[in-house]
């Protein structure tokens, strides 16, 4: 999808500038009276139809055959469930002085959600690496977030949650899952259609998050939860959110190269592991904190625009050092395999 020449000159993604817009929709015009319930029901079929989506386009057998580099997906999951929960858990200490306890159970949220794929790949492609790798990275993550975020959730967040609690687990694992799975078994059916329509299932995608978040901000006016944010509170979050993801990108960088992976698989667990996908938790902060949903997806739209700021300087940084580069030698084709291409050249199809 091409942005227009305008917001192409801008450095805010025009998404969130629409979420903003809804936000400001939902502060403005919140769903009120007779409108609270249909809003609540479209807000829950945009969560199916969304989870649906996810399991049609996603390809088990492609998942299933970048297994093989076991090494990097690991330590990408590790990254996403391991140490950025661990970060969410040190920002406690930031309660009352610099957070509020809502804006920190939102913050420690974002730090338990899978990590994005698009843009992973998007960085990873312009920073010249393993883009192969970085497609099977996010979506390992993407699956195995449908589960183990909500377990997450339960461990670490337990009543905090606002609206969210252990006992209402199974539920939220239903909503999230049953479609998904349904997705899975019917992709061989509905991939083609997918695949002719990509460009307005993009929209359907964006729209419906959109409601979501017009949904959740609507019912956190309703409430009168955005009297507790103050303008100091939100540059807190900011700059606990930035120390976030300096200290993410800084130990998927060290530690990819501690752990001998060459460049290409440093680029794309740098990019996968220091991530956060709004496109996911959006609709899973729906399901977990109910009325509460509003702060709690706050941080991860703020977290969403500095990640993809930051990430482009930085997958710029990284092209303009392959520059540099030697080119590798061709890798001959195998006997018997005339014109098998590259893995090079497999990873800039793939890009």
Partial sequence: MRRPAFLSRLPVDPYICALLGTVALAAALPARGGA????????????????????????????????????????????????????????????????????QTGLLFLCLVPSTIQSSIAFTSIARGNVAAAVCAGSFSSIIGIV???????????????????????????????????????????????????????????????????????????????????????????????????VMLTLTTVGARKLGFNREDRIAITFSGSKKSLAAGLPMATVLFGAEAGLAVLPLMLFHQMQLMVCAVLAKRYARQAATLPDPPETPPAPGRPGTQPSGARADAAA
Avoid at 43 to 57: D, E, M, N
Wanted: with cysteine; aromatic share 10%; glycine share 10%.
């Fill in 148 to 246: 183990l975020t909500p377990l997450l959730a339960a461990l670490v967040l337990g009543n905090s949650g606002g609206g969210f609690s252990p006992d209402s687990l199974v539920p939220i694992l239903l909503q999230l899952l049953v479609p998904f799975a349904a997705g899975q078994l019917l992709r061989r059916w509905v991939a083609g259609f997918l695949v002719r329509h990509k460009k307005v299932l993009g929209y359907v995608d964006r729209g419906s998050i959109l409601l979501v978040v017009y949904a959740a901000f609507s019912e956190g006016m309703v409430r009168g939860i955005w009297h507790q944010v103050t303008v100091w509170r939100l540059l807190g979050l900011l700059a606990a959110e930035a120390l976030v993801l300096a």
């Fill in 36 to 103: 609270a319930p249909v809003a609540d029901g479209a807000s829950t079929g945009a969560v199916a139809l969304l989870f649906f989506l996810y399991g049609a386009r996603l390809s088990t057998r492609e998942a299933m055959d970048g297994m093989r580099h076991w090494r990097l997906h690991l330590t990408v999951l590790a990254c996403t469930f391991a140490i950025f929960p661990l970060l969410g858990l040190a920002t406690r200490g930031l309660v009352p002085y610099v957070l509020s306890p809502q804006l």
